[in-house]
Nanobody, 121 residues
Framework: VQLVESGGGSVQAGGSLKVSCAAS?????MGWFRQAPGKEREFVAA????????FYADSVSGRFTISRDSAKNAVYLQMNSLKREDTAVYYC??????????????????WGQGTQVTVSS
């Protein structure tokens, strides 16, 4: 399965960005992780295949919204009220199995190539 992200870029603090990811196949849970320079990769948000269940890291809850279009095998992350600490490479992920939701690295089966999000003050 291939994952292709798009939509990253640069924005000022307080602004918004939306990143998108298209999967080549697989009816699985999808989500986003991110990695800032010098830091470990961390969970951001995840959504079940049906879209019914959504999970967020505490650091983004209330500011980010994950959604998906299962017909297109696509997942989106709308990021509002962005902060400098949100600066990172954002990776789209697919769960390792159909029943999984990728909320930890251990649940991830496939990774996208990453897209840079830079938030400046």
């Amino acid at each position: 399965v291939q994952l292709v992200e798009s939509g990253g870029g640069s924005v000022q603090a307080g602004g918004s960005l939306k990143v998108s990811c298209a999967a080549s196949g697989g009816a699985y849970g999808m989500g986003w992780f991110r990695q800032a320079p010098g830091k470990e990769r961390e969970f951001v948000a995840a959504i079940s295949w049906s879209g019914t269940n959504r999970f967020y890291a505490d650091s983004v809850s209330g500011r980010f919204t994950i959604s998906r279009d299962s017909a297109k095998n696509a997942v989106y992350l709308q990021m509002n009220s962005l902060k400098r600490e949100d600066t990172a490479v954002y990776y789209c992920v697919l769960s390792a199995s159909a029943l999984d939701i990728p909320i930890t690295i251990g649940h991830v089966g496939s990774w996208g190539q990453g897209t840079q999000v830079t938030v400046s003050s």
